[in-house]
Every structure is written in C-alpha cells, then in structure tokens.
C-alpha cells in the first residue's frame, strides 16, 4: 500500500489507484479523472479539490473541512462528506460487477451535498442526510436517500420506484412520481396525484 501527496500546483490525473493504494489531496491540489478500486482511497483535505473521479470496488473518497468534489461516481464504493462539499454526485451499485455491492454517500454534521447542483441516487445507491440548496436531487428507481433537506428553491425528484424518507423541506420543493415511499419529518405521506404543480413544504405528486 502507498500514499501519494497532493499539493500546491500539482494534478494527479487519470490515473489508477487500487490493492489499498491512496491519495491525500490539500492546499491547492488536484485530482481529477481518476479510477479509485479494490479498496483504495482518496482524501479531500482543506483546500483539496477533486473532479470527476470514479470509486468503486469497495474504495471511498472523503471530503473533509474546505475540501470539494464534484462529478464523483460513487459505484459500489463510499464517499464521506465530513466537513466539506460535495456536488454532482452520481452514487449506484457497481455496474461491471458479478456480485455488484450498492454504493453509499454519508453526509455528517458540516458537510454540503449538492448545493447549486446535482446529486443523482441511483438503482443500489443511498444518499444519507445530504443539503440540497438550490439545486436538485434525482432519486430514481432502487434509490434510496434519507433525512434529505432541501431549501432555497431546491427540488428532490423522487422517481418511479425511489425511496424517500424524513425529508425536511424548507423553502424547496419535492415531486414525488409514483415512488414507492416518501415521508416529509418523518411523517408518512401518501397524499393525492396533482399534475404541473410544486408547492412548498408538501409532497406533490405527478
């Protein structure tokens, strides 16, 4: 196992990490494009910044204090936002797998999820307590996100076939498609269909 440094000025870029090998990104690095497998890692440090990197085979990013990625695939493998940000996030199972595992995004107390963009929960995938501030959350079918908030004018699209639940609306909006189940505060809503509308703080189904 080995553990590359990222800093100031310098770009790791499409390159493959695996068999445990990681990456410690901070202070104006760069990692971008990168395949992270067989229990590999990278780690997002202050002033980290990773772009479009794609986890899977059990590997994991972490995003730590004024740390930010963007555009990661999360394919059967883990990404930890603790303290920084994360945006269009794409998080499913393994797709290139004969046993695939469900990739997983946890968001703890200080860390963002999609703010301004896009977050994507895909078939196998969970996104857990993520902030959607601004923009959307796609929860489609064998998604499931939890303890979701969304607020300033964001949306949580929760498709066919996704799951939803405590779902904290606060000035944002959530369109529910005949989902197999969705709860705003913990409550359980099954709600009627009404079509072309969004209505704060209420599940509007269509």
Same mark, same amino acid.
Not at 47 to 71: C, P, R, W, Y
Not at 81 to 92: H, I, K, L, P
């Given at each position: 196992?080995?553990?590359?440094?990222?800093?100031?000025?310098?770009?790791?870029?499409?390159?493959?990490?695996?068999?445990?090998?990681?990456?410690?990104?901070?202070?104006?690095?760069?990692?971008?494009?990168?395949?992270?497998?067989?229990?590999?890692?990278?780690?997002?440090?202050?002033?980290?910044?990773?772009?479009?990197?794609?986890? *899977?085979?059990?590997? *994991?990013?972490?995003?730590?204090?004024?740390?930010?990625?963007?555009?990661?695939?999360?394919?059967?493998?883990?990404?930890?936002?603790?303290?920084?940000?994360?945006?269009?996030?794409?998080?499913?199972?393994?797709?290139?797998?004969?046993?695939?595992?469900?990739?997983?995004?946890?968001?703890?107390?200080?860390?963002?999820?999609?703010?301004?963009?896009?977050?994507?929960?895909?078939?196998?995938?969970?996104?857990?307590?993520?902030?959607?501030?601004?923009?959307?959350?796609?929860?489609?079918?064998?998604?499931?996100?939890?303890?979701?908030?969304?607020?300033?004018?964001?949306?949580?699209?929760?498709? *066919?076939?996704?799951?939803?639940?405590?779902?904290?609306?606060?000035?944002?909006?959530?369109?529910?498609?005949?989902?197999?189940?969705?709860?705003?505060?913990?409550?359980?809503?099954?709600?009627?269909?009404?079509?072309?509308?969004?209505?704060?703080?209420?599940?509007?189904?269509?």
């Amino acid at each position: 196992m080995s553990e590359t440094t990222v800093t100031s000025g310098q770009v790791l870029s499409g390159v493959t990490l695996e068999f445990g090998a990681g990456a410690v990104v901070s202070d104006g690095g760069l990692a971008e494009y990168n395949q992270v497998s067989a229990g590999s890692y990278i780690t997002l440090a202050s002033g980290g910044v990773g772009q479009f990197n794609v986890l *899977s085979a059990d590997a *994991s990013e972490t995003i730590l204090s004024g740390g930010m990625a963007s555009g990661t695939s999360v394919l059967g493998a883990t990404e930890y936002v603790d303290g920084g940000t994360a945006s269009g996030s794409y998080v499913s199972y393994e797709v290139y797998s004969s046993s695939p595992a469900d990739g997983t995004q946890f968001v703890y107390a200080g860390g963002v999820a999609g703010p301004q963009d896009v977050e994507y929960v895909l078939p196998g995938g969970t996104a857990i307590s993520s902030v959607i501030s601004g923009g959307t959350d796609g929860v489609y079918s064998g998604g499931v996100a939890s303890g979701t908030v969304v607020n300033n004018e964001g949306t949580e699209n929760v498709l *066919s076939g996704g799951v939803a639940s405590f779902t904290s609306l606060g000035f944002g909006f959530q369109i529910v498609t005949e989902a197999l189940r969705t709860a705003i505060d913990g409550r359980r809503q099954t709600g009627r269909r009404q079509t072309g509308r969004r209505q704060t703080g209420r599940i509007v189904t269509g």
